[in-house]
């Protein structure tokens, strides 16, 4: 645990901004957390907690302090026939709990496989993929309030997860840390194949009675195939959420582009895909200068290299923009822009 004074945060973000800290830190316990926020040159800063730093798009240097997730360790609390109850560090990579998970023959999380980021930050913004979202597998959490130091848990419900959210998304944003998570996995398996190509990519590899090392296997094959890996291009993954619209809205558009994918919610809205709507608009594989909207995937912003975070923000204020006018739909980040 030491602090550092202007540090340079390039490598510590997957879009490869360069931008730097006014003071960073890496903590390793409960303990360490608390001493950091107990220093007096700390106490009246902003606070920027970092984990793989792959939901960030920073467009100027932090003047606060970065305090980077280092609890590790994955530990069993109890199981029985059909269940078992896991707590997972903060700091750990969400990928490599998958695979501890995979390895166990623990299911729930394999349609989650090759999400960037930590454990910590995964029920900040309720990840999700391929219909699962880590509300499903979720028992709860406990985090330190970064002004009173003070470690409280949350269990589901005080969550309030919904698409792409939580509380610690609005009303206690950039209250607390996350320091550890519990997971409620399975041991009797039920797969979910049906969202996007899984059960098509199955087919191709020639699996016919699938287990949950396949669907992850599958899920592996389809992010490598669409999303670039953010160590060659600089990226966060997917940029937008998908936007939900009332069903009236969705049918006056399908009656002018016949085409348009959907997925149900409730009986009186749809889920259209974002990454449809941008291509529509001509963004995808559109490049402009060192930064521009990838080729193989319309959602996912890159930086080819040098590129300011200002520049990528206005990219996506003008796909926003441009979505609106022809859809009169009104996208939102998923990415937290600083």
């Known amino acids: ?30 303990g360490e957390l608390q001493q950091l926020l107990a220093l007096p040159e700390l106490q009246h800063l902003d606070k920027l907690i970092l984990g793989g730093g792959s939901n960030l798009l ?13 609890i590790t ?9 059909d269940e078992v109850y896991i707590k997972v560090g903060g700091g750990e990579v969400w990928h490599d709990f998958v695979l501890y998970a995979l390895e166990k023959n623990y299911g729930g999380i394999e349609n989650l496989s090759l999400i960037p980021g930590t454990v910590g930050a995964s029920p900040l913004q309720n990840i999700g993929a391929y219909g699962v ?22 269990d ?24 550890s998570v519990v997971f409620r996995l399975s041991k009797k398996h039920t797969l979910n194949t049906s969202y996007g190509a899984i059960t098509t990519t199955l087919q191709e590899m020639q699996v016919q009675q699938p287990s949950i090392q396949d669907v992850s296997a599958a899920v592996c094959h389809i992010r490598q195939s669409k999303l670039p ?9 997917s940029f937008f959420k998908n936007p939900e619209i009332p069903l009236a809205h969705y049918e006056q ?46 959602l996912v912003l890159v930086n080819y290299g040098g590129a300011s975070g200002e520049h990528v923000r206005q990219l996506a204020y003008d796909i926003i923009a441009s979505v609106e006018e022809k859809f009169g739909i009104r996208l939102h980040p998923e990415v937290n822009i600083l």
């Open 229 to 237: 890996d953010p160590k060659q291009i600089g990226n966060a993954g």
């Open 58 to 70: 920073f467009t100027r240097d932090f003047e606060g302090v970065v305090l980077q997730n280092g």
């Open 1 to 30: 645990m030491k602090l550092q004074s202007d540090f340079p945060l390039k490598a510590l973000n997957t879009f490869g901004i360069d931008v730097k800290a006014r003071y960073f830190a890496r903590f390793e316990s409960v």
């Open 156 to 179: 589901n419900a005080t969550c309030r997860f919904g698409y792409r959210e939580s509380v610690f998304k609005n009303e206690l944003k950039g209250q607390f840390v996350v320091t």
């Open 73 to 81: 360790g994955i530990e069993v609390l109890r199981e029985d026939e």
């Open 253 to 298: 558009l399908k009656a002018e582009y016949p085409g348009i994918p959907s997925y149900p919610v409730t009986p009186e809205t749809v889920k259209v895909p974002a990454g449809w709507l941008i291509e529509q608009c001509g963004w995808k594989g559109k490049v402009i200068g060192n930064y521009g909207v990838h080729k193989n995937q319309a």
């Open 133 to 154: 979202e880590l509300k499903d597998v979720f028992h709860e959490l406990e985090a330190v309030h970064l002004q009173s130091g003070e470690v409280r848990t949350f």
